[in-house]
């Protein structure tokens, strides 16, 4: 509703800078998957997945930026992402709203999906781009870094990856325990990204 809003009164017609929380999620062990299923069940698989993001969704006050094959890109601006650590929390609840179906899932898919993904926030962009198609693109460098450190959860074993400039602006909360993972020279970047691993009692 806020993109479409947006759209509708023109606030992107001239690219404007904004502060936003990026986090792209992505299915774990997707080619396996596809390659079991086979390519319609697996269709429905994302389908229903990305169904039970909904209430997440809302509960969070999420944007959904892109569906792009199994990642889903979320965003938000910036106060609303840190406020309460909805960039966080969205993430955990939406595992535990998989875990809740997992009858579901087994029953229909034999197997239980899970997500991993990756969160960062910075300057970004943001313009209404084409004429017949017309959407909000973002532009800059925090959503090439988000999909990086994404990109680090399996050589991490780690389910949630974020960067040290995110954590450094988190609210206090005793839910969360963060794990530095190390400095990581990520593709496309010339300097080091600090790199925490973090979880959810």
Known sequence: ??????????????????????????????????????????????????ADLT???????VEIYQ????????????ESGLEDNNCIHCYFDYMEVLASKSDHYEKTYG??????????????IVAEVGLIKREIAYH??????????????????????????????LQTDDLIQSKRMGDELLKGKKTAVTIHALSRT
């Open 67 to 78: 569906y792009v094959g199994d990642e889903a890109v979320l965003s938000w601006p910036v």
């Open 140 to 169: 800059g460098d925090v959503l090439n870094t988000t999909a990086r450190i994404q990109g680090m959860c399996n050589a991490f074993q780690q389910q949630l990856l974020v960067s040290d400039h995110l954590v450094q602006n």
């Open 111 to 124: 197997l239980q999906p899970f997500f991993k993904a990756g969160v960062h926030f910075g300057k970004v």
């Open 1 to 50: 509703p806020g993109i479409l809003w947006n759209m509708f009164i023109g606030r992107y017609r001239n690219p404007r800078e904004e502060l936003r929380v990026f986090m792209f999620l992505d299915l774990r062990s997707s080619t396996t998957i596809a390659e079991k299923l086979g390519h319609i069940k697996f269709s429905r698989l994302i389908q229903d997945c990305f």
């Open 55 to 61: 209430p997440v969704i809302k509960k969070h006050s």
